[in-house]
């Protein structure tokens, strides 16, 4: 519902916040898939929080229509479908990757460490947006919202993105403000990250955080058993069945003991939402999808 977004003369497009993307086409299992690639951070080369500050591509709260979400949340929920909240990959509740995106990765996570007033420029910039931006959103929806989804990776495949100590001081405070605003108006809300993020698990659940996505598969201490074990009564987990081996290069019968085997570690006692750790990509065989949805029903049932 926002502005047209600006397409340069190269064939880029600009995001929300003025960072250009380019479409980029790969092969695939059956044809070709297509993504939008970040071509130029344009903040990689300001210096001074004052350049920060100048930016002219900042984005308002303002440009959006919010009076149509009461009757689209109330389209979903006639179909007896819950209504979740999660903008798109461009444009959702988070301030790391926006980041990232605007002063490119490397240079941020530096910033954490080296300029801490240039990075907390940009973060605090762009959560003062998403503030305003999800108030509205949840105030015009009217309690039609079932869940809020936010969305900043703090994790890669062995630790964290930085130290657990600099993600509290630099990350946390704007991340529990997201899920105060959205329990303001009695909504839970979902935390996606990939990556290994135990270190921080304590840090989540005591700024509020209700559901965790996605239990990435193959990270270090995020065992399934484990996770259940240690947090299963502070959290709902979400997610847990890895798009990096068995669905595009394993046998059926390899998804179906993926699903038996997560299921078996986390469904007791509730608390759990089956699903792949990320979008199913078009590297997997059919043949293994229809295998994996045969296997939710198959193990995620309870007994009557």
């Given at each position: 519902m926002g502005p047209p977004l600006r397409r340069l003369p190269d064939g880029t497009q600009e995001d929300i916040w003025g960072v250009p993307r380019r479409t980029v086409t790969v092969p695939a299992a059956d044809g070709m898939e297509t993504y939008q690639e970040l071509t130029e951070p344009p903040l990689a080369a300001a210096s001074t929080v004052e350049e920060i500050e100048s930016y002219?591509?900042?984005?308002?709260?303002?440009?959006?229509?919010?009076?149509?979400?009461?009757?689209?949340?109330a389209q979903v929920r006639e179909q007896g479908r819950v209504v979740v909240f999660m903008g798109d990959r461009l444009n959702r509740i988070a301030q790391l990757k926006p980041a990232m995106y605007l002063r490119g990765i490397e240079q941020i996570l530096v910033d954490m460490m080296a300029q801490p007033e240039l990075f907390r420029a940009i973060v605090d910039r762009i959560a003062g947006f998403y503030f305003e931006y999800l108030r509205r959103i949840l105030e015009a929806a009217r309690g039609g919202i079932d869940i809020l989804v936010t969305g900043d990776d703090f994790g890669a495949q062995e630790s964290l993105l930085c130290k657990p100590s600099l993600w509290r001081q630099m990350l946390q405070p704007n991340f529990r403000t997201f899920i105060d605003i959205s329990h303001c108006y009695r909504v839970p809300v979902m935390h996606h990250t990939c990556g290994s993020v135990w270190e921080i698990l304590p840090d989540l659940v005591d700024s509020g955080l209700d559901i965790l996505n996605p239990i990435q598969p193959g990270t270090r201490n995020m065992e399934p058993d484990r996770l259940k074990r240690q947090f299963g009564d502070k959290l709902t987990f979400h997610g847990g069945i890895s798009i990096q081996r068995n669905l595009p290069f394993g046998t059926p019968a390899a998804v179906r003991d993926e699903v038996r085997t997560l299921m078996a570690a986390m469904k007791s006692g509730g608390g759990f939402w089956v699903c792949t750790a990320h979008n199913i990509q078009a590297d997997v065989p059919p043949e293994n999808a229809i295998a994996l949805f045969e296997a939710y029903q198959e193990y995620g049932k309870y007994e009557r």
């Open positions: 002219d591509h900042w984005p308002s709260p303002d440009w959006y229509d919010y009076r149509r979400i009461e009757a689209q949340c």
